[in-house]
């Protein structure tokens, strides 16, 4: 079977296995930005690369890849001012104009925001005129051209923009001002909120009826920004929502979780979810294996969840080795393996490789 009807076994509840499925565009691009990419992998494609290390890729579109989602926006336009290694950017409505600052890795391959373009109460206006003229197409062309590069050495995926609450903390206004906006104006957040979310549903409509199984709620959650009782009243409803609907076209749905989650696993049970990608076990996150194990059950599907500490090359390969028997053990099943959330620049991929013969010698591979 392909990449994509094994990981789709594991969704469906039937017996394939561990995928080993993994993302490491990051690697790649600083390695090779920096040229410490190793000889041996010159020339080669990311798809190539998992391969030879005896994983597979999960090809997040316009992820270090072009984009098969067509975003445009009526009205507006978007002005770049590059400062060195910063970034002013211009975004012009109707109604106004909204100013972000960001700065780059000396590589340009990621990015801060210093400035959060939604300031005061008045610029609210200004980003529900933004978002309530976005134009979202699912691009078939660009998505062919995709999956004939992934081949059968992985699959094509996709991550929806932020829901509300954390497109306000992670995009728009960032964190302390969207706690203090949040209690001083909820009620005008909370408008605020439903364009976020009527925006994204332009996302959902147009890749519900695209030809990609797999989706993601890309949300960077930690429970040290969204507390239980956020998560309870402003992620809940929304993820519940989004997947009772995408699930009435045949998708499965899971969610982005690379922070501190300990408090947060009882409550990712009740979301409707298919699974959770980058849940963070110790020694990068807050809780054990086991502590998921009995907080999530066997109703969530968990991808990755190997923490990315455990590739550096001072971490005993030991400590590696006695993590993957212990997550297979615990998940098998319900497990797509892969590195909590991507593999790091200095990573060891002598390790990557060592998981893969892991899971052949487990009989899981």
């Known amino acids: 079977m392909s990449v994509e009807e094994r990981v789709l076994g594991?969704?469906?509840?039937?017996?394939?296995?561990?995928?080993?499925?993994?993302?490491?565009?990051?690697?790649?691009?600083?390695?090779?930005?920096?040229?410490?990419?190793?000889?041996?992998?010159?020339?080669?494609?990311?798809?190539?690369?998992?391969?030879?290390?005896?994983?597979?890729?999960?090809?997040?579109?316009?992820?270090?890849?072009e984009s098969c989602v067509r975003v445009s926006y009526e009205g507006a336009s978007f002005r770049v001012e590059r400062r060195g290694r910063r970034a002013v950017v211009t975004i012009e409505t109707p109604r106004g104009l909204l100013r972000r600052v960001v700065a780059y890795d000396q590589w340009g391959l990621s990015s801060q925001t210093l400035e959060y373009p939604v300031k005061s109460l008045e610029d609210f206006?200004?980003?529900?005129?933004?978002?309530?003229?976005?134009?979202?197409?699912?691009?078939?062309?660009?998505?062919?051209?995709?999956?004939?590069?992934v081949g059968d050495k992985g699959f094509v995926t996709y991550f929806f923009p932020h829901s509300p609450l954390q497109a306000l903390f992670l995009d728009w206004m960032g964190i302390p001002a969207t706690i203090r906006m949040l209690r001083l104006e909820r009620g005008r957040v909370e408008e605020l909120m439903e364009v976020i979310h009527e925006h994204n549903w332009r996302f959902y409509e147009a890749l519900a009826r695209s030809p990609i199984r797999i989706l993601n709620l890309g949300e960077n959650i930690d429970v040290r920004i969204t507390s239980p009782e956020l998560f309870r009243r402003y992620c809940l409803p929304v993820y519940r929502e989004v997947a009772d609907y995408l699930h009435g076209f045949g998708k499965y749905v899971h969610v982005h979780v690379d922070g501190y989650a300990r408090q947060?696993?009882?409550?990712?049970?009740?979301?409707?979810?298919?699974?959770?990608?980058?849940?963070?076990?110790?020694?990068?996150?807050?809780?054990?294996?086991?502590?998921a194990r009995a907080a999530l059950g066997d109703e969530m599907v968990i991808l990755d969840g190997i923490p990315y500490l455990l590739f550096l090359p001072h971490v005993s390969v030991d400590v590696l080795e006695k993590f993957v028997k212990r997550i297979v053990e615990l998940f098998e099943g319900r497990l797509i393996l892969g590195i909590s959330d991507?593999?790091?620049?200095?990573a060891d991929v002598e390790r990557v490789k060592l998981v893969s013969r892991l899971l052949e010698k487990l009989g899981r591979g």
Do not use: M, Q
């Open 264 to 291: 947060l696993l009882p409550l990712l049970r009740e979301t409707g979810l298919d699974g959770i990608e980058a849940l963070t076990p110790k020694p990068a996150g807050d809780f054990t294996l086991e502590e």
């Open 125 to 149: 206006r200004i980003l529900e005129s933004l978002l309530e003229g976005v134009k979202v197409e699912f691009d078939e062309e660009a998505y062919e051209r995709l999956r004939r590069r």
């Open 10 to 65: 594991v969704f469906e509840g039937r017996d394939v296995g561990v995928p080993f499925n993994i993302r490491h565009e990051y690697w790649y691009y600083v390695n090779r930005a920096a040229g410490t990419l190793p000889p041996e992998y010159e020339g080669l494609d990311l798809a190539d690369i998992c391969w030879s290390w005896g994983a597979t890729w999960r090809c997040y579109s316009g992820y270090y890849v």
């Open 342 to 346: 991507e593999l790091p620049p200095p």
